[in-house]
């Protein structure tokens, strides 16, 4: 004898089937109702890392100066004081930067030095 039961509808993975008791708001208090609370997701910027010019006696401070303005985007003042900086007190902050970038630019200065003969130190370090 066939069923009288009409066909029912697939039901959904964590639905309730409203054809059964028990669904949203009978029973007790909605129990088998599940709320989810929606999380927002926040990024934490990332790390960043000064790039560090270390003085040296061999250099020269004009070789100093070229290298600011061309791979920190210093115009020629800034690049003269940062200079002078790291010439008195034994270093300089050339820029603050995220970790790959400030490593890249530390691989930059030192390949131009080392490509022109000269000593220069460049080196990262947290911010």
């Known amino acids: 004898m066939p069923d009288d039961k009409p066909p029912s509808s697939p039901r959904l993975p964590g639905r309730p089937d409203p054809a059964r008791p028990g669904g949203p708001g009978e029973g ?3 129990q088998g109702t599940v709320v989810a609370e929606r999380r927002v997701a926040r990024t934490k910027p990332p790390s960043l890392y000064q790039v560090v010019m270390l003085n040296d006696d061999f250099t020269p401070m004009e070789f100093v100066v070229m290298v600011l303005q061309q791979y920190f985007q210093r115009d020629l003042d800034t690049a003269t004081q940062i200079m002078l900086k790291i010439h008195h007190e034994g270093r300089g902050v050339c820029g603050v930067y995220p970790k790959d970038i ?6 930059l200065v030192l390949t131009a030095a080392r490509r022109d003969g000269h000593p220069l130190q460049c080196i990262m370090e947290a911010a």
């Not at 400030?102 to 691989?107: G, L, N, P, Q």
């Open 28 to 30: 007790e208090g909605g």
């Open 102 to 107: 400030a490593a890249t630019k530390v691989e």
